[in-house]
């Protein structure tokens, strides 16, 4: 069939204008849009005009002259009776500002930090030793294990307290089901009269310098021994009341510690009654000798019953010094010591310690320890270099070598299998972690 050439002539004209009808809709779009961003380019242009002749105005307008000084008041010569009044406690009583912390929360946001703290140490030593159970970290010789992995949670509850608790858990025996302790718990009310504060419920004992830190915070891979031998390898764990008081009418720094616990420890107490309670207190003082070194001296003693009523009072001594150049952002030396007497025993532990930081990731020290049993005849002495890499403040590798000599036998030693920690040598290698917030600790 043939098509009619009008036909064709017809579809041609039509295929032609189709393309051109849609191109001239779609730059008629386009101008309409370059015409309202014009236009808008004008209006802001115009508002910055005008901001900018406003700011012209203001700077070439004269400064107001300072208003007058009032006139001053007369007063009464001062006399004995017109002296300001001392605050009463009612005044001290009240919340102290600023407790800037706690006012800058803002919406979606928690009410407390929260922190996690992973331990993990190695131990390697002979094979008398691990038979007799005697080395620093008894029947887990020759294992690598997790020592504390912690949970923390801590903040400002309010303007008037804070608080603190810590979940930890680790191998306390080979291969044995790790269970899940409460490490501590507690309150401060930080508002209390005359410059003072009260912390209630489960805490570390400040006894000491030491014995208030976890284990991943020390700065050796081990608890000093006199520490074990005289609280065990838990330290002074106890439940109770702990009052502060810093005196502001000293020209210097001093803080008073007074507490009432259980008395729960067993190696060195044990009674566990707030009817025969363990007593504790400390006065510490911090002294800055130059720009660039400061120390801390402290005295501590707790008294509480063991299990057969016997009082048992021990004495404690604690000593820090650090020395840190102008311009550092850590201590290059760090000197302290720490003992323990027990007046009911007449027994006496120490320890000294040293630790150089040349390098910010990089310290090397060493730790003697001498002490005496508090409950038996005889002493042991050890002592143990380190060294310390810090890849970041939240990482750390320790690596530690322990020499430890005892006077006597153990009671292990004597089971028949061969075994035998009279003289121990250790190898330790200690990797620690901080995921999250974390607490500062003082000096």
């Known amino acids: 069939m043939r098509v009619p050439g009008s036909l064709v002539v017809v579809l041609l004209i039509a295929l032609g204008v189709v393309p051109a009808a849609a191109q001239t809709t779609e730059t008629e779009a386009l101008r309409r849009e370059i015409e309202q ?37 007369a007063q009464a010569p001062s006399t004995p009776s017109s002296q300001t009044a001392p605050l009463s406690p009612a005044d001290l009583a009240r919340p102290r500002q600023p407790f800037s912390l706690y006012q800058q929360r803002g919406s979606g946001q928690l009410l407390f930090d929260i922190g996690i703290a992973g331990d993990f140490v190695g131990n390697l030593t002979q094979r008398n030793v691990e038979k007799a159970g005697g080395g620093t970290f008894s029947g887990r010789e020759n294992r690598f294990f997790p020592r504390e992995v912690e ?11 804070r608080g603190e608790v810590r979940i930890e858990t680790g191998e306390d025996e080979p291969g044995g089901e790790m269970r899940v302790n409460l490490a501590e718990a507690h309150l401060t009310l930080v508002t209390l009269p005359y410059g003072t504060q009260l912390k209630l419920g489960q805490m570390r004992n400040r006894f000491g310098w030491s014995n208030q830190f976890h284990v991943h915070d020390l700065p050796w ?25 810093v005196p502001d009418f000293l020209p ?34 911090f002294v800055e000798l130059t720009d660039t070194m400061a120390l801390q001296v402290g005295a501590s003693v707790a008294s509480g019953e063991t299990p057969d009523r016997l009082r048992r009072t021990l004495v404690g001594y604690d000593l820090k010094f650090k020395y840190r150049p102008d311009g550092w952002l850590h201590p290059l030396l760090t000197l302290a010591s720490e003992g323990i007497y027990s007046q009911t025993d007449e027994r006496f532990g120490w320890y000294g310690a040293a630790e150089v930081q040349p390098w910010r990731r990089w310290s090397f020290g060493a730790r003697y320890d001498s002490t005496q049993y508090p409950d038996a005849p005889g002493r042991q002495w050890a002592v143990e270099p380190y060294v310390s890499f810090f890849p970041s403040e939240f990482l750390r590798f320790r690596l530690a070598y322990k020499h430890t000599e005892k006077s006597h036998r153990d009671v292990s030693d004597l089971l028949g299998n061969g075994g035998s920690s009279r003289i121990a040598d250790e190898l330790f290698l200690q990797a620690t972690f901080i995921l999250g917030a974390h607490p500062a600790h003082p000096f």
């Not at 209006?43 to 002259?65: F, G, S, V």
């Not at 891979?221 to 005289?230: E, G, H, L, N």
């Open 37 to 73: 961003l014009r236009r808008q380019q004008e209006q802001y242009q115009k508002t910055i005009d005008a901001l900018a002749e406003r700011l012209k105005k203001l700077e070439a307008a004269p400064a107001p002259a300072p208003a007058a000084p009032a006139p001053p008041v």
């Open 151 to 161: 949970v923390g949670f801590f903040g400002q509850i309010d303007p008037y307290a």
């Open 221 to 245: 891979v081990d608890v000093p021994d006199v520490y074990r031998v005289f609280f065990g390898e838990e330290g002074l764990v106890e439940k109770g009341v702990e009052a502060t008081w």
């Open 252 to 285: 210097f720094y001093v803080q008073v510690l007074g507490g009432v616990f259980n008395g729960d420890n067993e190696a060195a107490f044990g009674r566990g009654r707030l009817t025969t309670p363990l007593a504790t207190g400390r006065v510490v003082t």
